[in-house]
């Protein structure tokens, strides 16, 4: 039997790739940016540039991907995932839904979908969930904004409020959820805009490991933003944060990780330089 393929996971938001809105940089930089080649747009969404990388780390970001050494993990859904475009993709393997589903080369794992399922069955219902993020939105509309409520293939859900709470002002109201969904076997993560409810068993770190288990990787070292992404971080006993992102801010960055020097996009072509040195993949090296 050969040795496994050492890899990297890598969240995408926040983490390898960073919306205007995301990175505090106004459009019009951004797109002024685009124009004279020092950004890489990545993702286009209703025919506009949403979600870029650095030029600068596009080279090895592209051997990186193609040559199967990264995996991108993420909570979005499978469609929205499928939006993103990373030099050198698709990914062989990618993992969506925060955990609940693994794609290898663009099919889904059957096997870890039912392990997925039954995850998510340990906690409360969804519908449960549902009714506490909802009230709770109502009921803290005065510091959060409008709130609208969404579900991820009935995996888990998310609020997206219209603009980004104060920290200071919601840390009240966010501990207040924080401690109702933990009675429900839940777990809360604030990105930005988003406010997400997720079982406390769907996490990215499982599918990693079924990853592992199945399809011929070892993974070495893990990036990510969110609280969401600690946990594979902490898994893979190594790995990058962003600085100026939720995880470094609650002060929960796991252990092994290292904080970045720069935030917003470079950021991301920190964490992606550190990868190809620890795989030690040059630029335009696609084997494993």
């Known amino acids: 039997m050969s040795e496994p393929t050492p890899v990297v996971a890598s969240d995408l938001d926040r983490t390898l790739v960073w919306s205007a809105r ?82 290898v080369e663009g099919v889904e794992d059957a096997v870890h979908r039912a392990a997925a399922a039954r995850a998510v069955a340990a906690s409360a219902p969804i519908e449960r969930a549902e009714d506490l993020l909802g ?27 219209e603009a980004a709470p104060d920290p200071v002002a919601a840390a009240r109201a966010l501990a207040e959820v924080v401690a109702a969904a933990d009675a429900l076997g839940w777990g809360v993560s604030v990105q930005g805009r988003k406010v997400y409810l997720v079982p406390q068993g769907l996490t990215k770190e499982s599918a990693l490991a079924h990853l592992e288990r199945a399809h011929g990787v070892r993974v070495v070292a893990a990036a990510g ?32 990780a290292v904080v970045t020097a720069s ?17 030690e993949v040059p630029p335009g090296v696609t084997g494993s």
């Open 22 to 103: 995301a990175g505090g940089v106004p459009v019009e930089a951004v797109e002024a940016s685009l124009d004279d080649g020092r950004v890489t747009c990545v993702e286009v969404y209703e025919g506009r540039p949403l979600s870029f990388v650095a030029t600068s780390a596009e080279p090895l970001l592209r051997a990186l991907v193609a040559g199967g050494r990264l995996v991108p993990v993420t909570t979005r859904t499978r469609a929205q995932y499928e939006r993103i475009r990373l030099p050198g993709g698709p990914a062989r393997l990618a993992v969506c839904l925060n955990g609940g589903r693994v794609l």
């Open 135 to 161: 009230t709770w939105l109502g009921d803290h509309a005065a510091v959060l904004g409008p709130g609208r409520l969404r579900d991820a293939e009935r995996l888990f859900l998310y609020a997206v409020l």
């Open 225 to 256: 933003d969110s609280l969401l992404d600690q946990g594979m971080i902490a898994a893979a006993g190594a790995g990058w944060v962003p600085r100026d992102s939720e995880a470094e801010r609650a002060s929960a960055v796991a252990p092994g």
């Open 263 to 279: 935030s917003g996009l470079a950021a991301g072509a920190e964490i992606v330089a550190a990868i190809g040195a620890l795989l």
